[in-house]
C-alpha cells in the first residue's frame, strides 16, 4: 500500500485579520449635512457651489477636532465629483472614494507643519501650473499652514492671489491670528465653532447604537463634557472605554479610567467648602489622592461646579448647561439660591488661579488643598457692590486749610440724612462722591502721587479676594512695576492711603502672572 506524502510545511503567516479602523475614521462626516455644529459653515459652501460663486481659496479656522479637515474633504468631492459641482457629491465615484480617503491624486494634502519651507513652496507653485489628471480641479488641502515661514508665505502669495482657473487651495488651521494679513486678504475666511455637549451627546449615542454596544447616558454626557467642544476627541475617548471595558459603558467605568471623581464625591467636597468645613474638605482632597485620583481633574469638577452655581445664581430656574447627573444639577441650584453671585464668582476666580498655576508645578496637592481652604474662609467676603455702598456711606475727611494741606484732621459725622455733601475741592481726595469701584481706587492711585500710580496702574484693577484684601496682578511682561509693587515701602504708602480712605486696615496679594508656554 502505498505511503501518502507529508504535506509539505510551510512558514508563511497567516492572513492578517482586516484592520480595525477607529471611530473617529468610520464615523467621519462624508455630506455637509453630516457636519455637527457647523451649519452656518455647511450653508454658506452649499450657497456658493448651488450659485457657482466658488472662491479660489478657503480659510478654514476653528479648534482641533471641531471637522476643518473633513469639511475640506467634502467641498473637494463637491467640486471634483462626476456629478458636480455639486452640493451633494455622490460618495460612489472614484474621484469621491479617493478623496474621502486622502489617496487622490488631484486633492494633495499637506502637512504644514513638516512642509513649511520656503523651497516646499516654490515647490507646490511650480506644481500649479500642471493640470489635474482626471479630475474637474486640483485642489490643494494645507493643514496648520499657520506653521508655514514668512518666506514660504510670501513665495505663495501671488499664486494665491491669481491661480490658474484649474487650481483650488483650502487652508486649515487653529490659530488664525497668527497668519499674515496679506495671506487672509486672499482667502475666505470661515469659523468653525466648538461643538456643544448636546450635540456631541446624541451624536455618541448614535455612535454606540451603530456599533450594538450599551452605554448609560451619563457615561455619554461625562465623555461629550470631558471633549470640550471637539467630536473628534469625544470619538477617541469612547472608542478607547470601549475597548477596555466589558460590558454596558458604565460612568464608574468612564470615572475609573479618566481618573476622575463621582458627582457624590464633587458634591462632598463643595458642601464641606459651602459648609465652612476645612478639615472634611481637606480630608476629601486626602481621600481623593490616596484613591488615586487625579487631583487636577477633582479641580477641573470643582471649577465646573462653581460655574454651575454661578449660571444658577446668573439665571435662576432657568439655567441650562449645568454640569453633572440631573441630581447634581438640582444640588447645584438649591446652593446657588443660598449665596450671593459676588461670593460665587470669587470662589470660581480662586479655583482657576489654582489651576493656572498647577502647569509645571509638582505640589498639585498643595495647590488644591490651598484652594479649598481659601474657599472655606470665604464666609466673610465683601463683595464689590457693598464696598461701594459702604464706602460712599463713610464719613469725608474735613476739609482743610490749603495753608496745612498735608496736616491730618479728624474727620466729620456723617450727616442725618445719610448722604454726604460733595467735597470741596480742597478736601483730602475722598470716596464720597464714588459710584463705582474704579473710581474708588482711581482716587486712592491719585493720592498716592504719580510715580507710584503709573506702576501700580500696569496691574490694572485690583481683585477683592476676601475681607479688606485686595490683590494686584502684574503680567509677567511688567516685572518691574511688580517688584515696585511687591517692594515694602510701596506696600506700607498704599494700606496707608486705603486706611485714609476707608477707616480700615487692608491686607495686599501683589501676584506676577507668569506666561505660559
Request: charged share 20%; with cysteine; glycine share 6%.
Amino acid at each position: 500500500m502505498a505511503k501518502s506524502k507529508p504535506t509539505p510545511k510551510t512558514d508563511a503567516p497567516p492572513e492578517p485579520a482586516s484592520a480595525y479602523s477607529v471611530v473617529a475614521l468610520r464615523y467621519r462626516p462624508q455630506q455637509f449635512s453630516d457636519l455637527v455644529g457647523q451649519e452656518h459653515v455647511a450653508a454658506g459652501l452649499t450657497n456658493a457651489i448651488a450659485s457657482g460663486r466658488i472662491a479660489h481659496a478657503y480659510l478654514f479656522t476653528g479648534a482641533r477636532g471641531v471637522g476643518k479637515t473633513s469639511c475640506a474633504r467634502i467641498l473637494a468631492k463637491a467640486l471634483n465629483c462626476v456629478t458636480g459641482p455639486t452640493p451633494t457629491p455622490c460618495d460612489r465615484c472614484d474621484i469621491c472614494l479617493g478623496i474621502a480617503l486622502g489617496q487622490d491624486v488631484d486633492v494633495p494634502e499637506i502637512d504644514g507643519a513638516s512642509n513649511n519651507k520656503v523651497e516646499e513652496a516654490r515647490e507646490l507653485r511650480s506644481n500649479v501650473g500642471f493640470r489635474p489628471t482626471r479630475a474637474r480641479f486640483k485642489i490643494y488641502i494645507i493643514d496648520e499652514v499657520h506653521m508655514l515661514t514668512t518666506g514660504a508665505f510670501n513665495a505663495l502669495l501671488k499664486t494665491l492671489e491669481e491661480p490658474p482657473p484649474h487650481v483650488k487651495f483650502i487652508f486649515a488651521t487653529t490659530e488664525a491670528q497668527k497668519l499674515p494679513i496679506t495671506f487672509l486678504s486672499r482667502c475666505q475666511r470661515f469659523d468653525f465653532a466648538h461643538i456643544n455637549t448636546n450635540s456631541i451627546f446624541e451624536t455618541l449615542k448614535h455612535v454606540v447604537k451603530k456599533e450594538g454596544l450599551a452605554a448609560e447616558d451619563e457615561a455619554l454626557h461625562q465623555i461629550a463634557r470631558r471633549a470640550a467642544g471637539s467630536m473628534r476627541d469625544s470619538q477617541s475617548l469612547l472608542d478607547q472605554l470601549l475597548a477596555s471595558t466589558s460590558g454596558p459603558l458604565t460612568a464608574e467605568s468612564v470615572h475609573a479610567l479618566l481618573g476622575t471623581a463621582g458627582d457624590d464625591r464633587v458634591a462632598a467636597v463643595a458642601a464641606a467648602v459651602l459648609e465652612k468645613d476645612a478639615a472634611k474638605a481637606l480630608e476629601l482632597v486626602a481621600e481623593a489622592d490616596d484613591r488615586g485620583l487625579h487631583l487636577g481633574e477633582l479641580l477641573d469638577q470643582l471649577i465646573d461646579y462653581w460655574r454651575g452655581l454661578m449660571l444658577a445664581a446668573a439665571a435662576g430656574p432657568v439655567a441650562k448647561d449645568l454640569p453633572g447627573s440631573p441630581a447634581l444639577q438640582e444640588q447645584i441650584k438649591t446652593r446657588a439660591a443660598g449665596l450671593t453671585l459676588d461670593t460665587i464668582l470669587a470662589g470660581l476666580d480662586v479655583l482657576t488661579t489654582a489651576k493656572g498655576k498647577m502647569r509645571g508645578s509638582p505640589h498639585l496637592r498643595v495647590l488644591v488643598e490651598l484652594a479649598v481652604v481659601r474657599l472655606a474662609r470665604m464666609d466673610d467676603l465683601l463683595s464689590i457692590s457693598g464696598l461701594v455702598q459702604q464706602l460712599a456711606s463713610a464719613p469725608r475727611p474735613a476739609a482743610t486749610d490749603p495753608s496745612k494741606k498735608n496736616s491730618l484732621t479728624p474727620p466729620e459725622a456723617a450727616p442725618a440724612n445719610g448722604v454726604p455733601p460733595r467735597p470741596d475741592s480742597n478736601d483730602v481726595p475722598g470716596l464720597a462722591a464714588t459710584s463705582d469701584f474704579r473710581t474708588i481706587w482711581d482716587q486712592i492711585l491719585n493720592d498716592l502721587g504719580p510715580m507710584r500710580s503709573q506702576n501700580l496702574r500696569q496691574a490694572g484693577d485690583p481683585a477683592i479676594l476676601g475681607p479688606n484684601t485686595l490683590a494686584l496682578r502684574f503680567p509677567a511682561s511688567y516685572s518691574q512695576a511688580y517688584e515696585f509693587a511687591a517692594a515694602e515701602m510701596t506696600q506700607d504708602q498704599l494700606k496707608s492711603s486705603l486706611k485714609k480712605v476707608t477707616g480700615k486696615d487692608w491686607y495686599i496679594r501683589v501676584e506676577c502672572m507668569r506666561d505660559v508656554a
